[in-house]
């Protein structure tokens, strides 16, 4: 199952954290620092995977940002690899070429879209067609 | 089309982010920030009640502030009342704020589980969702109680919406996994089974996850799932790529269902139905079909998501471990992955080959890949990559090829990154000892072991290798002839003198005929490296000295000028200015035939499974770690043998070593130190031997610390157990029969514990059950980790449980082992009654078996209060004016267990003037009353 899910910046700025199981918030923050300074080191030639702690990272960097999903050492690397793309590629329609910004003003946005695609860290919904249309749907509600 | 455009929705927000971006310095934010704060406060304290949009603005600012890392400590009512909003958007701030800022303010708990419940039965399947998706998010017991006897219904009731029976399969998943015992499994699990079938695969998606988890903990109610699962699967497998339209992902159909559909498959055997079996095999063939087709994109997408499900294909064909023809096209589709382009298929490879590599089926398949494994490990710029191509390696070794991987390790060893030398060591260690057909090829490699990484050479390597000498006369010629010449060596390894002090000191007589090792050449060059050393080793080369007076009488006289000089006898090392005072005296006044006996060759060990092998598994962790031998039954003549699940790695600084010490140096600083030939065979026989006489799995050999135990009888709370490094505190509570016990670790040093871990064994768990979740694996230094122990009482016990408790501090294992204070008075409860009720129960049990009585004398004072207190303590209620005698102590209570309630009637009779007690206790069972005599006899 999925740990969390985290969106950072290369200077280490969180844009999303997302938690499926309990933290508290010292060691969340902790977690934020490790994470980007394992994934931050690691060039094109290296993996998408890091092993971490008793987890494991799977990670994909997109022009300055990098998305991490922290997950158990028995799930499937590449199923997640390609769910991060799978959500960047809504995120993406979603915001119409989705940039950093769009992530930090509509923060309470990028919640609803993770909740559709993933819930107690498992994978929800797979269909970027069925993704976005109950998003638009959402978006004309008042 | 753009579905938002830049901070819609609420411009107050978007101008507060742009305001807070633009602050230049921390100190300017944080001042931005507290205007906002006091606006906001100022707002929800106004007069003019706020209307739902505003209310909704703030509660995302503040929201957006927590966010950045600061504190709120308002806004929690207002996020409450947009929970009961009409309007979507305000409804879905309400909940973001509840799920991001859980708060276990238990008035507004109950408020939103309110809330929730009027989404939950609102038929809005948006609202439905909201309030799903916060259960799911937040997943607290609370809610669990609540809501865990709906979602079931709203799960599996035909009217629900798809995208609401999505919602509620992992809302019910995530309640499952935070509080199992709240959602019972019942005659909706049918129909759940049956969302396998359903028509929408997102639906199907959702179902399969809760299914696998659910199945993995009750199999037989799920079994029915893998037809289902065969069928959904192969329908996926086969469809032409367009037949899933919108689950068509770069022109694979369905690939996450399909991954998860594997992974449900993999919490079963084989299916027994040859139908479905032959449905099953066919998939997975079509699987593997397709991974040799030319792809349909160049995209990285398409490749990516087709062998996510080729890797998932692969693991149910291990998992199954039934078709040769399956594994062996697995093991050939990896061999092609092991030289692609793609860093991540190397990666992914070389992992998956290594559980392939102990299948019999497939073994020798993998070792054919052996030049390419070898490749890697010199060519790959991932050390993640290089990591698992020694794994891999380990795993394909065996009698055939042992050589040729030893050696291409030690080639790696030479340059291997710091982070996993000590495992590349203890590989090469376990692969040299337990493939060695030939004992000096053994002996050569440790000591090229100690020669390329002796830092990363522990202390169970290198008495591995002397306990190996010992046993084996063949190869100790041989052995002490290699040290002698490796301590020519100008500068060398510590741990190389030590392995050298110690097979010279035995067997140094096999190699003094040659003259350019005799006797004195041999201490001369010896002592030529002493002052170098620590101490540890110096103890033990003192004891290799004492050992060559033995052997050699030429030298004694140089012996002992050595002992004898200032800074042997004068060091002010205790233990070295013992050993050298003993050690002389001894040799002064023993005669020869006595000398002889004390200072005897040290006799061969018992033959068990390698300690270094345990420490590996250790490392590894459980599962991670194939297992080089025994699933491949073949079972290899190795020198130990014995393969008997033995935890040896025992801490020695923990376990001091039995009184058989044959030289009677009981100071502490032996315990503390490295061993010493002579005084350490005891310790050596203590590091390796068995002697726990009920091998327990995962039990440790040390000794059980237990010094606070009996403090625990009468109180709950306290400090258990501490060292130099940890202190363990507990605070528990019992109620009938059950128990919680907090267990608190605190790290005492400024170092960080690694691998930390902690296992309870002991009382058979048809009498207690003990559960906990697993620890946090590090414990920074200064810190306290907490772990919650639940336990149940099934049926009346004697043993208390043994906590154990493992980490890496520094380079060294530690291991503590201390019993539980859970005794089987804690499950008392009081039991108030008048004198006659009192008398007429103590007459009836009256049998000879069900009294036990105990006269004993006062350890403590004896004082009224402190007396009371303690019997208060023990748990039963202390009845008044129930004895004739005012001065003696009545008490009663009943044990709760699950299977059964055992009432107990006791007496306590001072008498002061002889300062001794007289206990009499009275219980409808034999063992409870002997038992609860001796806690409570214990106590004054």
Redesign the interface.
Known sequence: MIRFILIQNRAGK?RL?KWYMQFDDDEK?KLIEEVHAVVTV?DA???????F??FKIIYRRYAGLYFCICVD?TD????Y???I??FVEVLN????NVCE??L??????V??VV?EMF????????????V?K??????S?? | ????S??DGMRGL?VF?SDI?NCKSKEAEIKRINKELANIRSKFKGDKALDGYSKKKYV?KL??IF?L?HDIDFGHMEAVNLLSSN???EK??GY?FI?VLVNSNSDLIRLINNAIKNDLSSRNP?FMNLSL?CI??V?SREMAEAFAAEIPHILVAGDTMD?VK??AA??L??LY?TSPDLVPVGEWTSRVVHLLNDQH??VV??AT?LITTLAQKNPDEFKTSVSLAVARLSRIVTSASTDL???T?YFVP????S??LL?LLQCYPPPEDAAIRGRLTECLETILNKAQEPPKSKKI?HS??K??VL??AISLIIHHDSEPTLLVRACNQLGQFLQHRE??LR??ALESMCTLASSEFSHEAVKTHIETVINALKTE??V??RQRAVDLLYAMCDRSNAQQIVAEMLNYLETADYSIREEIVLKVAILAEKYAVDYTWYVDTILNLIRIAGDYVSEEVWYRVIQIVINRDDVQGYAAKTVFEALQAPACHENLLKVGGYILGEFGNLIAGDPRSSPLIQFNLLHSKFHLCSVPTRALLLSTYIKFINLFPEIKTTIQDVLRSDSQMKNADVELQQRAVEYLRLSCIASTDILATVLEEMPPFPERESSILAKLKKKK?PG?LPDIEDSRKEKHANINGGTEPVNTTTNIKAAPPPSSDLLSLGSPATQNSAPPPATAGSLLVDVFSENNSTPTPGAQLGPVADENFSRFVCKNNGVLFENQLLQIGLKSEFRQNLGRMYVFYGNKTSTQFLNFSTSVYGAPPINLNVHTK?AD??VEGGAQLQQILNIECVSDFMEAPVLNIQFRYGGTLQSIAVKLPVTLNKFFQPTEMTSQEFFQRWKQLSTPEQEVQKIFKAKHSMDTEVTKAKIIGFGVALLDQVDPNPSNYVGAGVIHTKTTQVGCLLRLEPNTQAQMYRLTLRTSRDTVSQRLCELLSDQF
């Open positions: 969180t954290a923050q690691r030639k290296h993996t998408n995977f890091v092993e702690r008793s050492v499937n690397n590449l199923a690899l390609e769910a793309h799978n329609e979603y915001f119409h910004l769009d930090v003003f509509n923060f309470y946005k919640y609803t909740d819930l107690a860290g498992e994978i929800r919904e797979t269909s970027q067609t069925k976005l109950q998003l638009l749907m959402l978006q509600l008042d | 089309m753009p579905a938002v830049k901070g978007a982010i971006r995302c929201l957006f966010l890392g309007k979507y958007t879905q701030i973001l799920s948006t998706h799911a998010n997943g995208s999505q919602s992992l809302c998943l995530r996994r695969l997102g998606t959702a996850s339209q919108d689950y992902y369905a690939p996450w269902l991954v998860k992974r997408q990516n998501s062998n996510a890797f998932e860093t991540n990666y992914l710029r991932d993640s990559v962790g991670k697993p694996p590090t």
